[in-house]
């Protein structure tokens, strides 16, 4: 147990940079902390779209969560990795489709919760804010919120957004998906994205670097290694793309590669 001055209540230190404060000062927020702003600068000096692939990133999510409410008729979401709260959340999206729809954000950084509370999301009926951790399915699936608003023998969504990244091998990322994948009803959706370096190594590999640094370095995959997290479902159409292809709203002009993060949404198959 730390016993550091600079270390606030709730397990929150403000002197180490976490993803959940450096994504929230790439999309323009506000809740981020001077360490999570020296880090973010960091990586924007070695690959300046990162401010873009943050952007598209939200529209991904907002897309999938979109076609996921209206189309694919889900009313139950387990946002894992949610990140700070910021506008266009997931519970916003498939609620203004279906105002029935229930969601759980899961993540491990104490401030997301903390700010999740300013905003007073915990207090709504069908919204949960939970602190676990991805390398602990088992504890996401059975904490009390999350069997309060899921009904695991109904289908439903896990979003598992920008998260990925920051599992190393070690922890066999796989296995931990396929553990979230095995919990779902059949008819259920999986969501995921995660960053490549494919596209553009270099960038990624400055941007890399300065993760390691942080409370989470990242570990960016190819595309097959990437798909391999779709195992057991059905991805739907289009497929795993850069995300600014994944069912855009409109024509736009960005090359998909300036924005190296793939994603998709596979569909768990029915019981014939």
């Known amino acids: 147990m730390t016993t550091d001055s600079s270390v606030q209540s709730g397990g929150i230190d403000p002197s180490v940079p976490t993803a959940a404060g450096m994504y929230d000062y790439y999309l323009g927020g506000k809740d981020n902390s001077a360490a999570d702003r020296r880090a973010a600068n960091k990586v924007l000096a070695a690959a300046p779209e990162v401010i873009l692939m943050a952007r598209e990133n939200r529209g991904f999510i907002q897309?999938?969560?979109?076609?996921?409410?209206?189309?694919?008729?889900?009313?139950?979401?387990?946002?894992?990795?949610?990140?700070?709260?910021?506008?266009?959340?997931?519970?916003?999206?498939?609620?203004?489709?279906?105002?029935?729809?229930?969601?759980?954000?899961?993540?491990?950084?104490?401030?997301?919760?903390?700010?999740?509370?300013?905003?007073?999301?915990?207090?709504?009926?069908?919204?949960?804010?939970?602190?676990?951790?991805?390398?602990?399915?088992?504890?996401?699936?059975?904490?009390?919120?999350?069997?309060?608003?899921?009904?695991?023998?109904?289908?439903?969504?896990?979003?598992?957004?920008?998260?990925?990244?920051?599992?190393?091998?070690?922890?066999?990322p796989y296995a931990i998906v396929a553990h979230l994948r095995d919990a779902m009803a059949p008819g259920s959706y999986l969501v995921i994205n995660h960053a490549t370096a494919d596209a553009r190594p270099d960038n990624a590999g400055g941007a890399r670097d300065v993760y390691k640094n942080t409370k989470y370095p990242a570990t960016h995959r190819s595309r097959d290694q990437i798909e391999r997290f779709f195992d057991g479902v059905h991805l739907i159409d289009p497929g795993l793309v850069f995300v600014s292809e994944w069912r855009p709203d409109t024509k736009t002009d960005i090359t998909p590669e300036e924005v190296w993060i793939l994603g998709g949404v596979g569909r768990k198959p029915t019981v014939e």
């Open 63 to 172: 897309r999938a969560v979109r076609f996921l409410a209206r189309d694919a008729g889900i009313r139950q979401f387990l946002d894992i990795g949610s990140g700070l709260p910021t506008q266009g959340n997931v519970h916003e999206i498939a609620q203004a489709e279906a105002p029935d729809a229930r969601v759980v954000y899961v993540d491990n950084d104490p401030k997301v919760l903390a700010h999740s509370r300013a905003l007073k999301t915990t207090e709504s009926k069908t919204t949960s804010v939970i602190t676990a951790d991805l390398r602990d399915p088992d504890a996401i699936l059975n904490h009390p919120d999350t069997r309060a608003q899921i009904d695991f023998d109904q289908p439903m969504a896990i979003l598992l957004v920008a998260v990925l990244h920051f599992i190393d091998d070690e922890t066999d």
